[in-house]
């Protein structure tokens, strides 16, 4: 999940940008200052309320560790220079993108169904921009 | 079952609202609170939930 690196541009297509993890307030600084982005809004949700409301969901071992994901997080990591270090709270928890419209529909959701899935920024930044349009 | 996976697999529920998510409150990096319906309230916001930090 890297859309906090194209924070600038969700804000300049009208849209607020929320990222939420687990773990505490500290862990939301150190994320902020490791990945350069003050400013950014990043909440924490050690509780993982809000992951259960969004629907995310709890990986089998399988979905976590298994060869496609393995290979695919290896390929990422080395695409992107981004390797995953010690782990905060629930490890087995998956997360996903949700955008909320000021309606409270969800236009759109992504949900990660293991461990390597997660949305392309262009996937989500295009269907923030058309619920804008529909706002 | 090791990292607290699931046993069986799961499928994920993606809401067709955010009611439920409305009224939770969260604390941002400061610890102060967020009521997450605060922050689609006047525009759509993109919510990302993270694995993990790290």
Same mark, same amino acid.
């Given at each position: 999940?890297q859309l906090h690196r194209d924070r600038d541009t969700f804000e300049a297509a009208?849209?607020?940008l929320?990222?939420?993890?687990?773990?505490?307030?500290?862990?939301?600084?150190?994320?902020?200052?490791?990945?350069?982005v003050?400013?950014l809004?990043?909440?924490?949700?050690?509780?993982?309320?809000?992951?259960?409301?969004?629907?995310?969901?709890?990986?089998?071992?399988?979905?976590?560790?298994?060869?496609?994901?393995?290979?695919?997080?290896?390929?990422?990591?080395?695409?992107?220079?981004?390797?995953?270090?010690?782990?905060?709270?629930?490890?087995?928890?998956?997360?996903?993108?949700?955008?909320?419209?000021?309606?409270?529909?969800?236009?759109?959701?992504?949900?990660?169904?293991?461990?390597?899935?997660?949305?392309s920024n262009d996937?989500v930044l295009?269907?923030a921009?058309?619920?804008?349009?529909?706002? | 079952?090791?990292?607290?996976?699931?046993?069986? &697999?799961?499928?994920?529920?993606?809401?067709? %609202?955010?009611?439920? @998510?409305?009224? $939770?409150?969260?604390?941002?990096?400061?610890?102060?609170?967020? &009521?997450?319906?605060?922050?689609?309230?006047? %525009?759509?916001?993109v @919510?990302a939930? $993270?694995?993990?930090?790290?």
């Amino acid at each position: 999940m890297q859309l906090h690196r194209d924070r600038d541009t969700f804000e300049a297509a009208g849209v607020g940008l929320a990222v939420i993890g687990q773990g505490r307030p500290e862990h939301a600084r150190d994320f902020i200052a490791a990945n350069d982005v003050e400013g950014l809004r990043v909440l924490v949700d050690p509780a993982r309320e809000s992951y259960e409301a969004a629907g995310a969901k709890i990986a089998t071992v399988n979905e976590l560790l298994g060869p496609r994901v393995v290979a695919k997080g290896t390929a990422s990591a080395l695409r992107t220079g981004l390797f995953q270090t010690r782990t905060k709270g629930h490890p087995a928890q998956l997360g996903g993108v949700l955008i909320v419209a000021p309606d409270g529909s969800v236009p759109y959701a992504h949900l990660a169904d293991d461990a390597s899935d997660n949305a392309s920024n262009d996937e989500v930044l295009r269907a923030a921009r058309k619920a804008v349009r529909s706002a | 079952m090791p990292l607290g996976a699931s046993t069986s &697999r799961q499928h994920t529920r993606p809401p067709a %609202r955010a009611d439920a @998510l409305a009224d $939770l409150v969260l604390h941002d990096a400061d610890g102060k609170d967020v &009521r997450l319906g605060d922050l689609w309230s006047d %525009r759509p916001v993109v @919510l990302a939930w $993270l694995r993990h930090y790290g």
